[in-house]
């Protein structure tokens, strides 16, 4: 006993509580780790998915909003969405059948031919979407596995959510199973809701298939 105090119990009580509040520490801190953590891969997956997307729908109706100021002059006639493993398709059908025939001729906008270089792609999708008069989607197996063409279709939605006019085509270049559309909700929703174009495996088919779709998409002749 020293000045009235137990010595042995005090230390064993010393010890025993101290190592209690280190080890509640140690748990808070490691517990507050983990949830800082999982905060920071939600928000990046959020921004990625969600606010990323939402951000530039937002510029792009701003954008259109002044346009529509302008007498909705536009810069293309139709803003075609593909996979680049569909482009030779696009090369060697679409362009031969839609901006070669004429008058008058369609001016399309291309990913790979007609986007600014050292622009952000992001940036380069929105506003070719929306200095385009329609925007054609040509939906493949491709398609679907693609992160851009999924942003794309959630542009071009939120566009057609927003002016209520018919200026989103759907066409299927091959028959996708039920199951595979069941996963993209806006996909599935569109192809419920809308007239869409098959690609004719039929030859003599093409020809109907190609009148049908310039009709759609020609631009408006000039009072």
């Known amino acids: 006993v020293y000045n009235g105090i137990d010595t042995p119990n005090f230390v064993k009580y010393t010890e025993a509580n101290c190592t209690t509040e280190i080890d509640f520490i140690l748990f808070t801190v490691t517990g507050l780790g983990v949830l800082f953590f999982m905060l920071v891969v939600f928000l ?3 921004s990625g998915h969600y606010l990323l997307p939402l951000y530039h729908i937002t510029l792009g109706w701003l954008s259109e909003a002044m346009r529509s100021n302008t007498r909705g ?4 006639d139709t803003f075609v969405s593909y996979s680049g493993k569909d482009e030779l398709w696009v090369v060697e059908e679409l362009l031969p059948n839609l901006e070669q025939r004429g008058p008058p001729f369609l001016n399309l906008c291309l990913h790979s031919r007609d986007f600014q270089l050292g622009k952000d792609i992001v940036e380069n999708i929105t506003d070719s979407l929306y200095r385009s008069r329609h925007t054609l989607c040509l939906v493949s197996r491709h398609y679907l ?3 851009w063409c999924s942003l ?9 959510q927003v002016e ?4 989103l085509l759907l066409v299927f270049l091959e028959k996708i199973p039920p199951r595979w559309l069941s996963a993209h909700h806006r ?3 569109l192809v419920k809701t809308r007239t869409y174009l098959d690609w004719p495996q039929d030859p003599h088919q093409h020809q109907a298939f190609w009148d049908r779709l310039w009709e759609k998409l020609k631009p408006p002749t000039e009072a």
């Open 44 to 46: 990046h997956n959020l």
């Open 73 to 76: 002059r536009y810069d293309y």
């Open 145 to 147: 596995h693609s992160n």
């Open 152 to 160: 794309e279709m959630k542009l071009a939605t939120a566009r057609l």
């Open 164 to 167: 209520q006019r018919d200026i």
């Open 187 to 189: 996909l599935a929703r």
